[in-house]
């Protein structure tokens, strides 16, 4: 069954950097627009940048600048690069695999990856 495997995250301080990776276990990721999402205690899951088959990305407007989304499409994975991080990053971060238009298949989600910014 195919899965998203979730790695990196832990404690940084602010104004630090940190990655995440997240490998789809299944080429059929290859097709799919893939992201990350997060969630802080006591708040919705919001959305933070996704990364589309083709290489298009978008991202929300609280990363914009700081984080970076990319793609190996060798291996299906999705990598988070977060720069000069605040204590409002802090939060389990989730890996994200939507399906294209038109395309019948499940919604993916990784386990989540604790991320804490503090110094």
């Known amino acids: 069954q195919a899965q998203l495997v979730e790695s990196g995250g832990g404690l940084v301080q602010p104004g630090g950097s940190l990655s995440l990776s997240c490998r789809g276990t299944?080429?059929?990721?290859?097709?799919?627009?893939m992201g990350w999402y997060r969630q802080a205690p006591g708040k919705q899951r919001e959305f933070i940048a996704t990364?589309?088959?083709?290489?298009?990305?978008n991202y929300a407007g609280a990363v914009k600048g700081r984080f970076t989304i990319s793609r190996d499409y060798s291996n299906n994975t999705v990598h988070l690069h977060m720069s000069d991080m605040k204590t409002e990053d802090a939060a389990v971060y989730y890996c994200?695999?939507?399906?294209?238009?038109?395309?019948?298949?499940?919604?993916?989600w990784g386990q989540g990856t604790l991320v804490t910014v503090s110094a």
């Open positions: 990364i589309t088959a083709n290489g298009d990305t």
């Open positions: 299944s080429n059929v990721f290859s097709i799919y627009t």
């Open positions: 994200n695999a939507d399906k294209p238009p038109g395309f019948v298949g499940p919604v993916y």
